[in-house]
């Protein structure tokens, strides 16, 4: 089956710095990924659609500049959370479609000091 | 805008005792489906859709487009079932397909 992989599973940071979290299909190639945040014990939203070779769609609420996607290759894409605040503070999951079924990946359990 | 509604956020019920989750859609196109699951520590991945109309751990859904609803059903609970269930909607458009989530069922089987 597909896998969706995500590094680093845990990331500890300080207020300011920024956070990069990837996402990668394991063994499928993915011209589309998606990031989810979630809270504890609330429902996945949808941050952003990754596209491998352009810009990524943001969902109506998320800053651009906050959250930065870059998707590299077709099985690579990228999230940095810059100048990362407490708030930033979540979980973020991404997944990648393959034969029309979303894959997700472990999650990345952010927390900024 | 497409919506995902699950009324129950927690659902306790003993072993061998039928369960159903609630799922309700609002959405003016052709929906598709999906129940998701998450066991403890582990990642979310795929229980059933509708198209398939397949039973997977004993668990089915059926589409009811004239009350929008998809709820999940199992006529005997396991223990094993103890896990948090999200209801999904897939929308096709220009960029691609997306899901949006309900805000997920937490159903607890008791022994």
């Known amino acids: 089956g597909a896998v969706v992989s995500q590094h680093p599973s845990w990331v500890i940071c300080k207020s300011g710095t920024s956070v990069k979290i990837e996402c990668r299909s394991l063994d499928f190639q993915a011209t589309t990924m998606f990031w989810y945040r979630q809270f504890p014990k609330q429902s996945l939203m949808l941050m952003a659609t990754s596209n491998e070779g352009s810009k990524a769609t943001y969902e109506q609420g998320v800053e651009k500049d906050k959250f930065l996607i870059n998707h590299a290759s077709l099985t690579l894409s990228t999230l940095t959370v810059t100048s990362a605040h407490p708030e930033d503070s979540s979980f973020y999951i991404c997944?990648?479609?393959?034969?029309?079924?979303?894959?997700f990946g472990p999650g990345t359990r952010l927390t900024v000091l | 805008a497409q919506r995902v509604t699950q009324p129950e956020k927690l659902l306790s019920v003993f072993k061998g005792a039928p369960v159903e989750l609630k799922c309700n859609y609002s959405y003016s196109g052709s929906p598709e489906l999906f129940w998701y699951v998450q066991y403890s520590r582990q990642r979310l991945q795929l229980l059933l859709r509708?198209?398939s109309r397949e039973s997977i751990k004993g668990f089915t859904a059926d589409l009811n487009k004239g009350e929008t609803s998809f709820h999940l059903k199992k006529p005997f609970a396991q223990e094993e079932d103890s896990a948090m269930y999200y209801c999904?909607?897939?929308?096709?458009?220009?960029?691609?397909?997306?899901?949006?989530f309900g805000e997920g069922t937490q159903l607890t089987v008791n022994p």
């Open positions: 997944s990648a479609p393959w034969w029309n079924t979303q894959y």
């Open positions: 999904a909607l897939s929308v096709r458009e220009t960029s691609g397909s997306r899901l949006t």
């Open positions: 509708h198209i």
